[in-house]
Nanobody, 122 residues
Framework: QVQLVESGGDLVQAGDSLRLSCATTGGTFRTYAMGWFRQAPGEERRFVARITGGSVALYADSVKGRFTISRDNAKKTVYLQMNSLRPEDTAVYYC????????????????WGQGTQVTVSS
């Protein structure tokens, strides 16, 4: 069983930066693809970024060039560096782990964290 705990969410102003962290326990972290998703009020959960066990990253078009996903296998932690934040980035951000090598959809992720709130004011 894998547990994920996100941290780093905050209230910031447009243009600011934040780094989210997702610490994991249990399982074999290096073998999991790790993803970040977000959910704004009244909206469905949407893909943000993914990093494979081999550290190949994929981003949603809406965050490409502003967000960077990375992982530290020794610390069993995945990060999401968010720069040039916009009000439309406001959401609860969720970390997820997948045993699938190249997960795409949310239903391909096996484990989820509880989420961390990011609020960007204009």
């Amino acid at each position: 069983q894998v547990q994920l705990v996100e941290s780093g969410g905050d209230l910031v102003q447009a243009g600011d930066s934040l780094r989210l962290s997702c610490a994991t326990t249990g399982g074999t972290f290096r073998t999991y693809a790790m993803g970040w998703f977000r959910q704004a009020p009244g909206e469905e959960r949407r893909f943000v970024a993914r990093i494979t066990g081999g550290s190949v990253a994929l981003y949603a078009d809406s965050v490409k060039g502003r967000f960077t996903i990375s992982r530290d296998n020794a610390k069993k932690t995945v990060y999401l560096q968010m720069n040039s934040l916009r009000p439309e980035d406001t959401a609860v951000y969720y970390c997820a782990a997948s045993s699938t090598t190249w997960p795409l959809a949310a239903n391909q992720y096996n484990y989820w964290g509880q989420g961390t709130q990011v609020t960007v004011s204009s």
